[in-house]
């Protein structure tokens, strides 16, 4: 499983002109189920999404407190298209993505989850499989970027950003191998 937390002053959910869901200060959460998940990576990722700390404290000590701690809302939407692999051609390739009545069930477990964790009167929901328009007021703004393999959940940042390399800069210099891909270079096991 995939989601993509954005710290919001607002967001909503139109779908056919039509207002469906909407939140004042909380987190907008993209959501996608990989084709191998399970309820062990849904459940897991629906607690993590609540405890993740993205908003400061009283005493302005930044990375504090979390949804839950803010009394924030939450609007989780369904968006296969995390799942794609963009590293082959020009188009996004989603046999990553799991498909049918298996990942609306998981994804509306993962719903169920978050409303059972946070109250339903907190969390609302986009419309699954609907060409909707989400509209967000980020605040900083604040992304986190979660993936859940087998239980875990874990959040990759990435703390030295690729530049182009001159030539004749060697492998030694930039500190990777030669056709090495790119990858984070720090992860961190939020399962603690």
């Not at 924030?72 to 939407?77: K, T």
């Not at 979660?146 to 940042?157: M, N, P, R």
Request: hydrophobic share 35%; net charge negative; charged share 25%.
């Amino acid at each position: 499983m995939k989601a993509i937390l954005q710290r919001v002053t607002s967001a909503s959910v139109t779908v056919d002109k039509q207002l469906i869901s909407s939140i004042g200060k909380g987190i907008l959460v993209f959501a996608a189920v990989a084709k191998d998940d399970t309820k062990t990576e849904v459940e897991s990722m629906a607690a993590k999404v609540l405890k993740y700390k993205i908003w400061p404290d009283e005493s302005s000590g930044t990375w504090k407190r979390s949804v839950q701690d803010v009394n924030g809302e939450v609007l989780c939407v369904s968006q296969f298209t995390l799942m794609a692999n963009t590293k082959r051609g020009n188009k996004p390739d989603f046999h990553g993505a799991a498909g049918g009545p298996e990942a609306r069930e998981l994804y509306d477990q993962f719903f169920a989850k978050v409303q059972e964790l946070h109250g339903p009167e907190r969390v609302k929901n986009g419309v699954y499989q609907a060409m909707m328009e989400v509209g967000l007021v980020n605040d900083g703004p604040v992304g986190v970027d979660y993936y859940s393999e087998d239980g875990a959940v874990t959040i990759a940042l990435e703390t030295n950003p690729t530049k182009p390399v001159a030539k004749e800069e060697s492998s030694v210099a930039t500190g990777r191998k030669e056709g090495t891909p790119d990858v984070p270079d720090l992860l961190i096991d939020l399962n603690r």
